[in-house]
């Protein structure tokens, strides 16, 4: 099946500072979402972007799918940024795709 | 408001007992699916189910069971044969209008067997 790999696993910054996190997968995807889960557990949906670029806010994605790979941009990070980001792909074949998840990158916001 | 809820939050069962988690929509989705987080790692699906009365395996489906009879819901039973069942339990749906992918999450239940 499909392999996907987030970096960096972990990542530490102070409040105010940007961070990038990486998606890479195996496979050609006709789904491609980023979910930011909270400490409760609750899974946050952020970017539906199978392709292209999308904004929202201080938050971006970019999904270049010819090179399997997307990128998660947060900018100016607050403590409430904290928390587990998600890359999940889905597989064209399967109707309503189901998704394969990343294992995450974990952010911890320092004020 | 439309969502996706599940019940109970928490759950504490004896080991070889059966249990039945609960996931109910009102989003007028079709497909819906049940994925298994264990402590640091991603989630996995168990079941998924593309309309009513039709579901399919997932990655990890020994040991579970689930039904459709409705739409707007999907309930997961974790049978006695799964041999680690501690774990945080998501159900999401999907719709196959606008953008047919897109995976929308409940809150989740946490089980924890001893």
């Known amino acids: 099946g499909i392999q996907v790999e987030q970096s960096p696993p972990d990542l530490i910054l102070q409040e105010g500072a940007n961070s990038t996190l990486r998606c890479n997968f195996s496979?050609?995807?006709?789904?491609l979402q980023w979910f930011h889960q909270n400490p409760w557990g609750q899974l946050i949906n952020l970017f539906y972007?199978?392709?292209g670029t999308k904004q929202n806010g201080r938050l971006s994605a970019t999904t270049v799918a010819t090179e399997r790979y997307s990128l998660l941009y947060i900018s100016s990070s607050q403590t409430t940024d904290s928390g587990v980001y998600f890359c999940?792909?889905?597989?064209?074949?399967?109707?309503?795709?189901?998704?394969?998840f990343g294992t995450g990158t974990r952010l911890t916001i320092i004020p | 408001d439309g969502g996706i809820t599940q019940s109970p939050k928490y759950l504490f069962r004896k080991e070889g007992q059966n249990v039945t988690l609960s996931c109910e929509q009102n989003?007028?989705?079709?497909?819906m699916y049940w994925y298994r987080q264990d402590p640091g790692q991603g989630l996995r699906l168990i079941y998924y189910?593309?309309?009513?009365?039709?579901?399919q395996k997932g990655d990890i489906a020994e040991g579970y069971s689930v039904s459709r009879e409705k739409k707007e819901s999907f309930p997961l039973t974790v049978t006695s044969a799964q041999k680690n069942p501690t774990a945080f339990y998501l159900c999401?749906?999907?719709?196959?209008?606008?953008?047919?992918?897109?995976?929308?999450f409940g809150p989740g239940t946490r089980l924890t067997v001893t």
């Open positions: 989003l007028n989705h079709d497909a």
């Open positions: 999401a749906s999907s719709t196959g209008q606008g953008r047919p992918y897109e995976q929308y």
């Open positions: 999940a792909v889905g597989v064209r074949g399967f109707g309503n795709e189901k998704l394969t």
């Open positions: 496979d050609s995807v006709n789904n």
């Open positions: 189910s593309q309309i009513v009365n039709d579901f």
């Open positions: 972007i199978p392709s």
